[in-house]
């Protein structure tokens, strides 16, 4: 049976620990805040530039630009969006089974797949496995920024356009709700046709174009894929703090059953000591008596 | 016909401005252009400049990083890279922004080049929008 003092000890170590992960909570909880705010700061831009979009794509031929051609498809790219940092749940074994998964059927289906990440984790999983990356992106956690989403979906275009793959999936976190995130795998290229509108709007806009809708079009359309890697990046921050949140959560939860569960065990300890000690005391006086 | 325009100014970093005003001028690539309750539809491309707006009898003067107008009947539309109101702009980083793009504009490199001259008119441009609104 363990001695007092090493439950003494246990308990002192389990304490620290949940102190720990409850400081964690606190700061993801933080982070997470100015995630979503950022989240949100978006979603207009994103939702006005859609809109500029979808009364550019009524007039414009759809071969007008090759992002929005769909080709035969010989080699797919999939870009799989991790954390850098661990101890948040399954966030990121979760994406990464995602992507191995969708790596594997593409594979099945006969496709070449080359393979980039964002995030030390997915890289780390791919290094360890000897597989080749076609691009890595690391040290964005916690300091996303628009250049850098910007960065990202250029290679990507770049690529995109000089034939080495014909199709980008990217795998990520998207964020629900607090407690649940859910694992996403979204088209990136070619661009999916914008859906049309309705008939009456379409007659109220019969725009003009400065310098021409070309240009116009040759330069929103790469924007528009900025967007979707930047509020990628987003909703994988925002997740990935939630994920943390709720993962230190349960860590200081478990951490205190654990120590009502020594404390009890440290208490029975004591009180066996004492009663052993009692015994000795009555056993010797009994003895002195005779 | 509407009396006024709504003048819209998003950024991915969120909304800049959005407000009724009277008339606005905004630097379009082709140059700057004025639009007035009532333009036809109008789509064009932005360079990074200032754009201007009446709004009763005063002038509001906003830093603009390209991107895009939208102009319709009634509504200015603005999707920039990013944007400031003329009393938002931070002087002193403008101006530490354009010494550390001219000094980078001295080696001889062409891409670096090209993207420190980039950053030399923003930061030209955010200095003349805050001296406009009579800050600086």
Known sequence: ???????????????????????????????????????FALRPYAEKIGEVLSSLSQPVEQDIHPLLMPRPRKTVEVLILTSDKGLCGAFNSNVIKAGVNLINRLKSEGFEVSIS???????????????????????LSGKITYSSAQDIARNLMEHYMDETFDEVHLVYNEFKTVVAQKVVELKLLPIAPVEHETEKEKEMKDFLFEPSEEEVFNRLLPKSIEILVYRALLESQASEEAARMTAMENATTNAEDMIDRLTLEYNKARQASITK????????AEALKE | MADKLTLDIVTPYGSVFSDDVDEVVA?????????????????????????????????????VNSGYAEVTDDRVLILADSAEKAEDIDVERAKAAMKRAEERMKKQDEIDFARAQAALQRAVTRIETAKKAGRG
């Open chain 1, 1 to 39: 049976m363990a001695t007092l003092r090493d439950i003494k000890r246990r308990i002192n170590s389990v304490k620290s620990t949940a102190k720990i992960t409850r400081a964690m909570k606190m700061v993801s909880a933080a982070k997470l805040r100015r995630a979503q705010e950022r989240m």
């Open chain 1, 117 to 139: 990440t964002i995030g030390r984790k997915a890289r780390d999983y791919f290094k360890r496995r000897g597989v080749e990356l076609r691009e890595v992106w690391t040290g």
């Open chain 1, 277 to 284: 000690e009692l015994m000795d005391i009555v056993g010797g």
């Open chain 2, 27 to 63: 630097p379009g690539t082709e140059g700057e252009f004025g639009v007035l309750p009532g333009h036809v539809p109008f789509i064009t491309t932005l360079n990074i400049g200032i754009l201007t707006y009446k709004k009763g009898g005063s002038t509001g003067y906003v830093f």
